[in-house]
């Protein structure tokens, strides 16, 4: 069993940043693929970037704001979000145990529970 601790959340104006932080543990090694989701009011939840040994990726939506990253000692992966934008307001979610399928939300076996991030216009 694997679980997730996302945290770093919050308010934030709009041109803002925020860093979200997901913590591992349990059946978990520090070099496993990780990702970020969030999921909007009445939308469907969304890829946004993905990360492993060797390979980083995001969504066209994120792409030069977000940046993802690791701390293998910490077992720990992070979300650097700059220029937030009102319409960037959702619960984020760290997720692994996907499928090399990583852009798909139902592959992931392990999720956090979420952190809210609202950005104010």
């Known amino acids: 069993q694997v679980q997730l601790v996302e945290s770093g959340g919050g308010l934030v104006q709009a041109g803002g940043s925020l860093r979200l932080s997901c913590a591992a543990s349990?059946?978990?090694?520090?070099?496993?693929?990780m990702a970020w989701f969030r999921q909007a009011p009445g939308k469907e939840r969304q890829f946004l970037a993905y990360?492993?040994?060797?390979?980083?990726d995001y969504a066209d939506s994120v792409k030069g704001r977000f940046t993802i990253s690791r701390d293998n000692g910490k077992n720990t992966v992070y979300l650097q979000m700059n220029s937030l934008k009102p319409e960037d307001t959702a619960v984020y979610y760290c997720?692994?145990?996907?499928?090399?399928?990583?852009?798909?939300?139902?592959?992931?076996?392990?999720w956090g529970q979420g952190t809210q991030v609202t950005v104010s216009s």
């Open positions: 990360i492993d040994w060797s390979t980083a």
């Open positions: 997720a692994t145990g996907g499928s090399d399928y990583y852009r798909r939300v139902y592959d992931y076996a392990y």
């Open positions: 349990g059946r978990t090694a520090s070099t496993d693929a």
